[in-house]
């Protein structure tokens, strides 16, 4: 495999049982990113993307196919391998923030570093505050904080420790457009300063129009 | 290193933000209801046995016919007991050409050492306690022997070769009527003039006491000390073996409190239980997003059990030392009722404390844990996605463990912890088919409903496992509640029952048969109401089954004493046949006998066995025919061993009876003393007074303990409406979002609460009534279904659960919804 690649799927497929019997929603797709690029993976709700996310990132098994998450085999690693995997190569931002209610916003951004026992985490996570805008809050819980805020913790949660790729799942869909679009810059900057590879699933168009690369999917395919 | 650093600083974040708080609270309160009622427990039982005790008039008796080594009181002295020597025999003491035989008992000093004596300047006057011993040259007769004699305070008594002078009437002494064989009436005199009276000799029948106080350890070492080196004849006596009377109570009064304190501990767990399912559910984002930001499962379960053990360890200590002020406060409250040289509270209840935290949370929070390990990271996407049920062994096989160590290491008692552990699983059973049934039964009838109760039903059939284990916990709670109150009450009152205000208070010995129509004549003329009277001769068990007794290599004192016997056609009503069948009238004259239960399990005797007595030297083998439990509390005549009628009638025999007797000063007793003077009369009233004080403060003891028990139900409320709090504040700010009115919401609320109550309320009632019947029996209580109490049950936990889901409610409808929702 090209030592470029960070991400690679090959006619990966997930299928669930449900009541009216199994169900693909993802079926047979395949792609690779390369180090630093920007993919979205857009479409319409209902198409599979989170889900493809989820796979990518290794929350989730596939049911057939085969997945490497930097230069690692996920389908063959166990729940704990992939979870050291994501410890030294995957940052995420969600959706609805998923910030830890009981933890202030410094301790949040702590977590991730405090998981590798690095002994620095406190000045790292005081750094990427500042340098989200939010060193006036670090002693703030996430019910102090609007959504924009919170979701700018989210994202120096995510990039505080260097990941190799950036998931992002819909990041701007609690917010309002102007925050929405002032947390976009935010995330292209500091994609752009660590240089780390950003995968995003979005439904907004415009949004998707500014990464490198935009994967369409529909019906669990990509189109 | 990193776990407990992380585990640390996650403690106290989360302690910061309140989220750890209901779980620590919940595992602190337990604890402080377990050492509390371990603190209290503990010394209330030595305060109840202490009492008993004072029967005997010291914690242990050694008794022998020889005169005692000096070692048995080295020994006693090196284990810092204290003690007390008491020399008696059978001596005729005179006053003046006047004579009665009299139990001489020559005392040391710090006689009595449990209990006092009491003393008046007339004989049956009213008694006074008094410290000490007669002074040197000094001696009191008891009531009888100073009416037998006619002496009164000044008068001089000749017994062997000195005399003393009367300088007070001994009333009552704390070993008196421990057993009914002392028929002389007694003197009491100074262990100095002893060598001077010259009546011991080498042939004289004589019996050294040496008395043994001290804390119970030093007097079970004494006891293990002491077995290896008896001599013939010789034996060491507890209360237990001294008055059956007291015994019972205290063996009663104790095995209620160990059932007490088992349930208030078994409430803290269903508390602990329902905690860290809330601790678990709260915990679930978390932990995905631990995963998701690459924590490993052992990370997980290790920084959450870190944190559990130091939540234990803290609730622990805290809750001691609520537990050890809340006992303090107690005694303060039972003022007078506890000894003041109790030793004061030690650790142990503290350890236990700690033993037990950890053995809940083991036992109870750690399935929640293990299922906390197996919480999916794709949670982070899809909040739908939860940990996979726990397989069934491992949800349950903790608890089981725990809940099995808890009871027996309280109990300590097989058969007792195996019929509580069966009433135990019968009642989740049933609890959980009830709840079961109601949640199918909520599903069908909702459709037809108005909004408030179908929005009710609907919650009771969504969230199936909650409604049922909400179910299974709180009429866990109740169940336990009930019947310990109904055992408490049947308790008491048994106790009491058995105490009655008629009891008799004297006994009656030796009336000769020719006179006992006269005896019972005077009686009743007096205004006594004579109990039944039953002949008496003495006999002895000489072989069982062909084996002599002295053949028989595991054979207890019981078989070398010289018994008292009797014949009888009535069973009375305070003896109950455990095994065999009482005699016909054509059984009369057969060689057939019937057994107390003591006699029987001291012998290991069966149905049938040949039993050889010798009996005024005719010897007579009778086949056991019965076995009884006899109530020695009656306070009638009672005996180990009855033969029909007919079998004896060769011995010459006297008969016993026993009476209520509130003479009218001390003159009636002195004018039937004199008219009959043979016969011997023994007042029990003292021994009566002290088995009811023992009852009373056994009974004020339970009452405590079961604040305790309450204590914890209350704790298992808290823990329920905790753990649904957060899901229902968020359910409620929907409907509300969505125009719901306060009443609605508190109406659909009530209707879930109040059903979830009712069935736990009457199937909780129901069970009670059940296991209550099952429990008295093996407490062998009277047990009466309590009408009132059902009802009170079933009303009581509608209320408790209504509030509770108000109390739950409460928050949400005083707060703007978007506060929660956004």
Redesign the interface.
């Known amino acids: 495999m090209d030592r470029d690649i960070v991400l690679c799927a090959e006619r990966v497929s997930k299928q669930v049982s449900s009541p009216e019997g199994p169900l693909t929603i993802v079926r047979e797709v395949s792609f690779a990113v390369r180090a630093r690029e920007s993919v979205a993976i857009a479409g319409p709700s209902g198409a599979g993307k989170s889900t493809l996310l989820a796979l990518l990132a290794g929350l989730d098994t596939v049911s057939s196919g085969k997945l490497w998450l930097a230069s690692a085999d996920l389908t063959t690693l166990d729940e704990d391998g992939r979870a050291r995997l994501r410890a030294q190569h995957v940052g995420f931002v969600f959706q609805s923030f998923h910030l830890v209610p009981a933890l202030t916003a410094l301790e949040n951004v702590m977590l991730p570093l405090e998981l590798r026992g690095r002994s620095d985490a406190r000045a790292r996570a005081i750094e990427i505050l500042g340098r989200v805008g939010l060193a006036a809050r670090v002693g703030h819980y996430p019910r102090q904080l609007s959504g924009g805020e919170q979701q700018r913790v989210a994202m120096a949660r995510a990039a505080v420790g260097d990941p190799t790729v950036l998931f992002a799942d819909e990041p701007t869909g609690n917010l309002d457009t102007v925050t929405g679009e002032r947390i976009i810059e935010l995330l292209f900057e500091l994609n752009a300063a660590a240089q780390t590879t950003l995968v995003l699933v979005t439904h907004d168009a415009a949004l998707a129009a500014r990464c490198g690369r935009v994967l369409r999917m529909d019906s669990g395919t990509l189109v | 290193m990193?776990m407990l650093l992380?585990a640390l600083?996650?403690l106290r974040?989360?302690w910061?933000?309140g989220?750890l708080a209901v779980l620590w609270i919940s595992v602190a309160v337990a604890v402080a209801a377990l050492t509390g009622v371990g603190f209290l427990v503990d010394r209330i039982g030595r305060a109840v046995q202490s009492q008993a005790n004072e029967v005997l008039g010291a914690d242990a008796r050694l008794e022998s016919p020889e005169v005692l080594g000096s070692e048995l009181q080295q020994h006693a002295q090196a284990l810092q007991l204290r003690t007390a020597r008491l020399t008696t025999m059978l001596s005729v003491v005179y006053n003046g050409d006047t004579s009665q035989l009299a139990n001489i008992r020559a005392a040391s000093a710090s006689y009595p050492l449990r209990g006092t004596l009491t003393v008046a300047g007339s004989p049956f006057g009213l008694g006074a306690k008094v410290r000490g011993i007669p002074a040197p040259g000094d001696c009191w007769p008891d009531s009888r022997l100073s009416a037998a004699l006619g002496a009164g305070v000044g008068s001089t008594l000749s017994v062997g070769a000195r005399s003393l002078r009367v300088s007070r009437i001994l009333i009552g002494r704390p070993d008196q009527g421990s057993t009914f064989v002392e028929f002389a009436p007694a003197l009491l005199i100074n262990d100095g003039d002893l060598a001077s009276t010259r009546l011991v000799q080498p042939a004289s029948r004589m019996q050294y006491d040496l008395l043994l106080a001290g804390n119970p350890e030093a007097i079970a070492s004494y006891q293990s000390w002491f077995k290896g080196r008896a001599r013939p004849g010789e034996k060491l006596e507890t209360v237990a073996d001294a008055s059956p009377q007291i015994g019972e109570a205290a063996r009663r009064a104790g095995r209620f409190l160990a059932l007490a304190s088992v349930v208030a501990v078994l409430l803290c767990a269903v508390a602990v239980a329902m905690s860290a399912r809330s601790y678990l559910a709260r915990h679930l984002?978390?932990v995905a997003?631990?995963?998701?930001?690459?924590?490993?499962?052992?990370?997980i379960l290790g920084v959450h059990a870190s944190q559990l053990l130091i939540l234990a360890i803290g609730a622990t200590l805290v809750g001691s030392l609520g537990g050890w002020l809340t006992q303090l406060w107690l005694l303060r409250a039972l003022a007078g009722f506890l000894r003041a040289d109790l030793p004061p509270a030690g650790w142990v209840p503290v350890i236990i404390g700690l033993v037990v935290a950890v053995a809940m949370l083991a036992g109870f929070a750690l399935p929640s844990l293990l299922q906390l390990t197996q919480v999916?990271?794709?949670r982070?996407?899809?909040r739908d996605t939860g940990p996979p049920p726990l397989r069934l062994w491992l949800a349950l096989a903790p608890a089981v463990l725990a809940v099995i160590g808890i009871i027996y290491g309280t109990l300590g008692q097989w058969s007792l912890s195996l019929s509580f552990m069966g009433a135990l699983t019968a009642t989740i059973a049933v609890l959980a088919a009830g709840a079961w049934g109601l949640v199918q039964l909520a599903e069908r009838v909702r459709g037809g409903a108005s909004l408030a109760l179908r929005q009710g039903l609907a919650n009771l059939s969504r969230r199936r496992i909650d409604s049922m284990v909400q179910v299974v916990a709180f009429g866990l709670s109740i169940t336990l509640l009930l019947v310990l109150t109904t055992l408490r009450r049947d308790l008491i009152h048994d106790w009491r029952a058995t105490l009655p205000p008629g009891v008799p208070n004297y006994f009656f010995v030796n009336i000769p048969a020719d006179q006992r129509e006269n005896f019972r004549d005077a009686l009743e003329a007096s205004g006594a109401k004579p109990e039944r009277m039953l002949p008496m001769v003495r006999g002895r068990l000489t072989s069982i089954n062909g084996v002599a007794i002295g053949e028989i290599p595991k054979h207890s004192d019981m078989a070398e004493r010289e018994q008292n016997l009797t014949w009888s056609m009535e069973l009375g009503d305070d003896n109950r046949i455990t095994a065999g069948h009482w005699w016909t009238a054509n059984d009369m004259g057969k060689p057939l006998v019937s057994l107390a239960s003591e006699f029987q399990e001291s012998l290991g005797l069966k149905l049938g066995d040949r039993l050889m007595f010798d009996v005024a030297g005719e010897r007579i083998e009778a086949r056991v025919a019965s076995f009884r439990k006899v109530k020695w509390d009656s306070f009638r005549p009672n005996f180990f061993i009855v033969f029909p009628p007919g079998l004896l009638d060769f011995a010459a025999g006297s008969y016993m009876t026993s009476a209520r007797y509130q003479p009218v000063g001390g003159g009636g007793l002195t004018a039937l003393v004199r008219r009959f003077p043979s016969v011997s009369i023994f007042n029990v009233g003292d021994l009566l007074a002290q088995v009811r004080a023992v009852i009373d403060k056994a009974a004020t003891a339970v009452q405590s303990v079961f604040a305790f028990t309450l204590l914890a139900g209350i704790t298992v409320l808290l823990a329920a409406v905790q753990s649904s709090r957060d899901e229902r504040r968020y359910e409620t700010a929907i409907l509300r979002a969505l125009g719901a009115g306060r009443r609605l919401l508190l109406g659909s609320t009530l209707v879930e609460f109040a059903g979830l109550g009712l069935l736990a309320g009457v199937l909780a009632a129901t069970v009670a009534a059940f296991g209550g019947l099952l429990l008295a029996r093996e407490l062998e209580l009277h047990y009466h279904f309590d009408a009132l109490m059902w009802l009170t049950g079933v009303v009581t936990t509608v209320v408790i659960m209504a509030v509770s889901g108000w109390l739950a409610m409460r928050p949400v409808l005083n707060k703007q919804p978007r506060s929660v929702l956004?």
């Open positions: 990193r992380m600083r996650s974040r989360e910061r933000s989220e984002d978390a997003l631990m995963k998701t930001l690459g924590a490993q499962r052992r990370f999916p990271a794709l982070v996407l899809r956004n």
